[in-house]
Structures are given as C-alpha cells and as structure tokens.
C-alpha cells in the first residue's frame, strides 16, 4: 500500500483533493473490501459458505431421479468489514421444504405440493431433481429423497408429490435437506428412494381447492404390530353440501402397473383377520355435514406360508358407488393369506 502511495508525490503536491480521493480508492482496491454479504473468498476463489453444486449419477426409480447436490461450502470466520446482506438465505423455516422450477414454455402445467416438515429446512443443502412421465396419460408422482452420509448412511428423507405431469414431459424441482443435529455426519449425496405414480384424474388432494366431487380420500401411514397391519381411508366433506356414505369403501386392487391384482378376496369388517380392530358392527348410514369426516380401515396381515407372496402397491377407491375414484399407495404387503378385510365408514 505505501508503495502506491509514494510513486505519485509530485501530483499529490499539485492536487491534494484529487490525490486523497485516488489513495482513497486504491486503499479500498488494495484492501479487498468486500460488498455487503458477499462473504469472505475461500480457497480455490469459491465464496466462503457459500453452496456449491455437483452432479448426482442416480439411476432413479419409476421415472425420477437426482440431477444435483447442494451443499454448504466450509465455513471461514468472516472479517471484520463483512456484514450479513438482507438477501442472505435465512435459518427460519416456512416449514416445507420443497419448491418447484417452472418448465420452459409452452408447457408449463405441472405443479408440487411440498409435505409439512417435522423439522427445519436447511437453506444451503437441497438436492434437484427430475421426474420424466413416459407413459400416455397424465400422472401425479410421489418422490422420496434420501440424503446420505459419506457411508451411505441416511440422514434425512424428505417426500414430495409431484402432481400432473404430461405425458412424454419432464418436471423439475428441488427438495432441501432437514437441519441436522450438532455434531451429525455431513450430507454429502442424495438419491431417490423411492417413487410412486397415479393417474393425476384419480390422485388424492388432501389440502387446496376442493375437488369437483366435493369430498376428499386419501390413506394414512398405517400401523403394524406382530404382522398385522392397519391403514386408515379417510373422507372429507370440503363441499358446500352434505355427503352420505352407507356400508364399505368400493376397493380395486392394483399392481405396479395399475392393472387388477386377482387372488385376493375383499372381506367386509376386520373380524377374520384380528380381533379388536374394530369395524365388526353392521354398516350404517353416515351423512357427513361439510367439514365433517368418516373413516374405514384396511386390515391384512403378512404373513407368509407356502406359494407366492402377494404385493399390491394401489388401491382404487370409490367411497360410494357412482364416486369419482382415488388411487391410493398402501402398499399391501399381503403375504400368501390372499385376504384383505374393509370395515365400513364410520364418522369421526
């Protein structure tokens, strides 16, 4: 600095204001002031904390796939002169943590619906990603995410409903990791877990506009205990008018493809397959008032004797004859029992 300085003393002699305003300027070149949030260089020329991208070679399933990582750059002990810049990601969460990137025109119709997240969002680590609808129909796709550690292990799973992808089109979205605990491995790569699809027409919309039928279904997450499992269909009235339902949910199996699964019987109530799983008193008659619910149960177990075990991925779902159907993903692991039992509605 004092060297640049000293090569001009004939012209700070001359123009003292216009020599202070140049060894202003070059005070400022010289000591690397940095613009508000910009953050310190790193090694390399990267910027301190900066993410950084690289490409993920995931095979994918059922069309979706991992393009890309984004992960926090090591942090550097900012210097004095930086200061946080008001677009600087924040640590707050909105509490989703997924966003979708618009396709170029002139398709643009797919749309995401982000899952509420059980924890915060971390800002610098997301991973990208594809879904290709190969098929001849439109489909709704739901993508779960794993991110990894350095030994494969998980350390976050994020999901995400892709919905309405045109046949033959591509959609693409980012999915941001949890925020980890102190002292937990770094994420250092993500792929797809697993990945379903629906024909959009049948898809289930459990929040949004309420759908032309006026009434919502969808399956929760079940529960298993000792090889018996039980998955809950529930339905919304999120209409103006009420809705009644009498006797069972109308059930089409379907495999992988979404084509009939045969071989499997469909018993009324759950009384054949356990006890105290409810649903063994006779169907009644349930008119549920806008915003009101009722619920029916599937019921299975799993085990596995002799012969071919039986999955059945899908499940059509009518809540009454002459319903709109709503494709659901339980996933029934049937076993070889060839036997799923139904209870009947019932109102919350």
């Not at 063994?280 to 177990?301: C, K, Q």
Request: glycine share 10%; with cysteine.
């Amino acid at each position: 600095m004092r060297s640049l300085l000293a090569a001009r003393p004939a012209l700070a002699a001359t123009t003292p204001l216009v020599s202070a305003l140049a060894a202003t300027a070059l005070l400022l070149t010289g000591c690397g002031t940095t613009p508000a949030g910009a953050g310190n260089p790193a090694p390399g020329g990267a910027t301190a904390g900066a993410p950084s991208a690289k490409p993920v070679d995931d095979p994918g399933k059922d069309g979706a796939r991992i393009t890309s990582i984004t992960l926090s750059a090591p942090s550097v002990s900012p210097s004095p002169s930086s200061s946080p810049s008001s677009s600087s990601p924040s640590s707050s969460s909105s509490g989703y943590g997924v966003h979708a990137d618009s396709l170029p025109s002139p398709w643009t119709g797919y749309g995401v619906r982000p899952d509420p997240l059980d924890a915060p969002e971390d800002p610098k680590t997301s991973a990208a990603y594809e879904v290709v609808n190969t098929t001849s129909t439109a489909q709704t796709y739901t993508v779960v995410v794993t991110f990894t550690s350095s030994d494969g292990g998980a350390m976050s799973t994020r999901t995400v409903t892709v919905r309405d992808v045109a046949p033959g089109k591509t959609a693409r979205g980012t999915v941001h990791a949890e925020v980890l605990p102190p002292g937990a491995p770094a994420i250092t790569g993500a792929h797809v877990l697993k990945a379903t699809k629906v024909p959009a027409d049948e898809a289930p919309i459990e929040s949004g506009p309420c759908p032309a039928s006026g009434v919502r279904v969808s399956a929760d997450q079940g529960d298993a205990t000792m090889g018996l499992r039980v998955v809950g269909l529930h339905l919304v009235n999120c209409g103006a008018r009420d809705y009644t339902v009498e006797g069972y949910p109308l059930l089409v199996l379907l495999d992988s493809d979404h084509e009939p699964v045969s071989g499997v019987r469909i018993l009324d109530g759950g009384k054949d397959i356990a006890t105290g799983v409810g649903g063994d008193e006779p169907p009644r008659r349930v008119t549920l008032r806008p915003n009101e619910s009722a619920t029916a149960n599937l019921v299975w177990r799993n085990t596995t004797e002799a012969g071919t075990a039986v999955n059945v991925p899908h499940v059509r779902v009518r809540a009454k004859a002459g319903a709109a159907p709503v494709t659901v993903t339980p996933n029934l692991d049937l076993g070889t029992t060839g036997r799923l039992g139904v209870t009947p509605w019932k109102k919350n």
